[in-house]
């Protein structure tokens, strides 16, 4: 079993910062990459930014390049989203999911086997 328990959200205003964590436990050492999607009241869930667990390769959704920043840290099994210039439109739950073998696409949702219970980030305008 793995378990995925994110943190970090919360409320901020237009234009602050969130760091967002999601701890990985369980059969985290096998993972082929994590990932952090979104998923606004009344929306389809969407990718935000993935990283493959051993290579480190990146990935990000337009919306969120170059504001956004995915890492993790292999030893403590724990994937970082480092969000700035938070926009209003940025406010969502966001979860964390772990993909166990290797996927095609990082960007889609169906390739994950493992979700968290989602944490709140809030943007204020």
């Known amino acids: 079993q793995v378990l995925l328990e994110e943190s970090g959200g919360g409320l901020v205003q237009a234009g602050g910062t969130l760091r967002l964590s999601c701890a990985a436990s369980?059969?985290?050492?096998?993972?082929?990459?994590m990932g952090w999607f979104r998923q606004a009241p009344g929306k389809e869930r969407k990718f935000v930014a993935a990283?493959?667990?051993?290579?480190?390769?990146?990935d990000y959704a337009d919306s969120v390049k170059g504001r956004f920043t995915i890492s993790r840290d292999n030893a403590k099994n724990t994937l970082y989203l480092q969000m700035n210039s938070l926009k209003p439109e940025d406010t969502a739950v966001y979860y964390c999911?772990?993909?166990?073998?290797?996927?095609?696409?990082?960007?889609?949702?169906?390739?994950?086997?493992?979700w968290g219970q989602g944490t709140q980030v809030t943007v204020s305008s």
């Open positions: 999911a772990a993909s166990r073998g290797v996927v095609v696409s990082l960007t889609k949702d169906f390739e994950y086997d493992y």
């Open positions: 369980g059969r985290a050492f096998t993972m082929y990459a």
């Open positions: 990283i493959t667990w051993v290579g480190g390769n990146t």
